[in-house]
């Protein structure tokens, strides 16, 4: 049967990866009215890794509507080109650095460890709203010294933020006002932040808002891109964290074996997070605009395109990976797409691994935990293609 134009409507959330392969293997550079899908690793890789394709723009949703929310995304590095996100990139760079990750390592796995007792006192729980969901807010608020007192506030507003995502605003009617909103109370909440350590003599360990603080000396680096920077990291480490953890925990469910190994062989995770980010990947896609006139596999994108590279695809290229739908916790699955490549090389990827594994190290000490049954599902999929994981998952500890 002839392809038609690909839909992200068209895809089976829980299970995309049928439909991507059969345009991965006819159409892997394919054409639509909106631009271009790319699926192979191999030109997915290659759009990553040229400066001839960029960003240099806010998402087209955010409706001038939203002042504030366009305010602070307009300083987010993912919506930058060189120079301004070389500058930016860099300031993250000496401050967010992974000898920060390791100190941070313990608090990570006392987080988890108190989440995973507290969700085994729960016959029944979703592991969304009781484990996955909170655990990256909470990481995330001890990276930027958020208090703790805060911390119940700081997660609301980081909710509220996700409801800016396509998705969510076809759902909700007043989604933009609402991450509007949040995206007014952060910004306050980060300048008033920024102003306290500028004035405080309290001898304090630093943290990530202190220590950019230290770096941001340079013309181009003022409170706009501090503030921005912060909110930046709470959105992209906050929802595909949790899509993380639980469609880690899916896909181990499904393949016992593979789930007994790492019971067994803890030192196996690592490389098991990496994966287990190949397997089913928490971003499913990106876009990148031509800056120019390119060739890819054999098309020719003009300059102005919007190409959207389908991650999620490029993961389970048999060119690449070979048997690529067969989940193996010992497969070297570096080079994987799921952080992206390049310019735009997640930064948050060292910690995005340190919290997988102490996530997921924590939930395998619970021997009972699998899926609850439900009328439903245990399993209902966030709407959503991009961040993609479950909404809900419900699960028995014991």
């Known amino acids: 049967m002839p392809l038609g134009p690909f839909r992200t409507s068209d895809v089976h959330l829980p299970d995309p990866y049928p439909l991507y392969r059969r ?21 997915v890789a290659r759009v990553l890794s040229d400066r001839r394709y960029g960003r240099g723009a806010l998402p087209a949703p955010l409706p001038a509507s939203c002042p504030h929310l366009r305010r602070t995304a307009a300083n987010w590095m993912v919506f930058m080109d060189p120079p301004r996100h070389t500058l930016v990139r ?17 608090r990570i796995r006392e987080i988890a460890a108190r989440l995973a007792a507290a969700l085994a006192e729960e016959a ?17 608020s001890e990276l930027l010294g958020v208090r703790a007192d805060d911390r119940p506030w700081f997660r609301a507003r980081a909710v509220d933020l996700q409801q800016a995502t396509s998705a969510r605003a076809a759902r909700r009617p007043d989604a933009y006002a609402v991450a509007d909103a949040a995206a007014a109370e952060l910004d306050t909440y980060f300048r008033t932040e920024l102003t306290r350590r500028r004035t405080s003599t309290a001898p304090e360990p630093p943290d990530l808002i202190d220590l950019m603080l230290r770096s941001s000396g340079e013309p ?20 595909t964290t949790t899509n993380l953890l639980t469609k880690s925990l899916l896909a181990l469910l499904a393949h016992p074996y593979q789930l007994g190994l790492l019971r067994a062989r803890p030192e196996f995770l690592p490389g098991a997070v990496e994966e287990l980010v190949r397997y089913d990947s928490p971003v499913q896609m990106i876009s990148r605009i031509a800056h120019e006139d390119a060739e890819l596999g054999g098309r020719r994108i003009p300059r102005g395109a919007k190409v959207t590279l389908v991650l999620g695809s490029a993961n389970r290229d048999p060119r690449r990976f070979p048997h690529p739908d067969r989940l193996d916790v010992r497969r070297d699955a570096r080079r994987h797409c799921g952080f992206g490549l390049g310019l735009h090389y997640c930064l948050g990827a060292p910690l995005a691994r340190a919290e997988a594994e102490s996530g997921l190290t924590a939930l395998l000490t619970l021997p009972g935990l699998r ?13 959503d293609l991009v961040f993609h994981g479950p909404e809900r998952m419900l699960v028995r500890t014991a």
Not at 128 to 137: E, G, L, S, T, Y
């Open 220 to 239: 181009g680096l003022d409170d706009d891109v501090l503030v921005g920077t912060c909110v930046h990291l709470l959105t992209a480490g906050h929802e």
């Open 23 to 43: 345009y991965r293997d006819d159409d892997p550079v394919h054409e639509t009215e909106n631009g271009w899908y790319v699926f192979r690793h191999e030109d």
């Open 90 to 106: 860099a300031l993250v760079a000496r401050s967010f650095t992974p000898r920060v990750v390791d100190g941070l390592r313990p």
């Open 124 to 140: 029944r729980a979703d592991l969304v709203d009781r484990f996955a969901a909170p655990f990256p807010i909470l990481v995330i």
């Open 371 to 383: 899926l609850a049954p439900s009328p439903d599902g245990p399993v209902r999929y966030a709407d």
